[in-house]
């Protein structure tokens, strides 16, 4: 099983629309949690953090489970600049730089 | 500040071939590390480093080596490159060694190993 796991996709939704992701990590010691967004060929960003109470910036909202030990995204009211892959990222070690990645999940926003 | 960079952007070798890859930070970041993503899959920690001087093997370091002999510089040393090692190279950077600081990534370089 890997230690993080993340909602196959793709993802193909309308404008407008509201979509969830959610990702899954086996390591009941991880730290930090985090959204990036990767758009094709290009380096990962960071989206935002994902904290304990939840956390929301604009039409992003991240959440974060320890007891079931996952993490989502909510996007609300998807733009079609919304288009590309989402990468869940855990970190267990006490180091920023020593993170583990899921696979992606990847969106598409339809006109 | 032009963050990260990296070069080259594009490289071709062939089976047994050797190079460097090279990245550099001006944000005097404490942390760097070097990650491959193969199609479809995220990004897999090759090496890292704490500092100047101190490196230590990630998730899957065979085949690769690297340095710090200084903050900026972190090149990744492909000794034999093999078809297995085609793939996008990313280097970060993250201030600080704590776990919930933002990792700045350079743009890759698409290696592809004939």
């Known amino acids: 099983r890997k230690e993080v796991e993340q909602d196959p996709g793709p993802f193909n939704v309308p404008e407008g629309a509201t979509v969830a992701f959610n990702c899954t990590y086996s390591?009941?010691?991880?730290?930090?949690f985090f959204w990036y967004r990767q758009d094709c060929r290009k380096e990962p960003k960071l989206l935002m953090s994902v904290y304990s109470s939840g956390n929301e910036d604009g039409r992003f909202t991240a959440q974060l489970n320890r007891a079931s030990q996952y993490i989502s995204l909510l996007i609300r009211d998807s733009k079609l600049s919304d288009s590309a892959t989402y990468l869940c990222?855990?970190?267990?070690?006490?180091?920023?730089?020593?993170?583990?990645f899921g696979d992606g999940t990847t969106l598409t926003v339809k006109p | 500040n032009a963050g990260v960079t990296q070069t080259p952007k594009f490289q071709v070798l062939k089976t047994g071939q050797s190079m460097t890859l090279q990245c550099a930070q001006d944000?005097?970041?404490?942390?760097m590390s070097w990650y491959r993503q193969d199609p479809g899959m995220g990004l897999r920690l090759i090496h890292y480093s704490v500092g100047a001087g101190i490196t230590d093997q990630g998730e899957v370091p065979n085949g690769y080596n690297v340095s710090r002999s200084t903050t900026e510089d972190f090149p990744l040393r492909l000794l034999s490159a093999a078809p297995s090692q085609t793939s996008v190279y990313f280097c970060?950077?993250?201030?600080?060694?704590?776990?919930?600081?933002?990792?700045?990534f350079g743009p890759g370089t698409r290696l592809t190993v004939l």
């Open positions: 970060a950077s993250t201030a600080g060694v704590t776990p919930y600081n933002e990792q700045f």
């Open positions: 944000m005097n970041h404490e942390y």
């Open positions: 990222v855990v970190n267990t070690n006490t180091n920023a730089g020593k993170s583990t």
């Open positions: 390591n009941s010691a991880s730290q930090s």
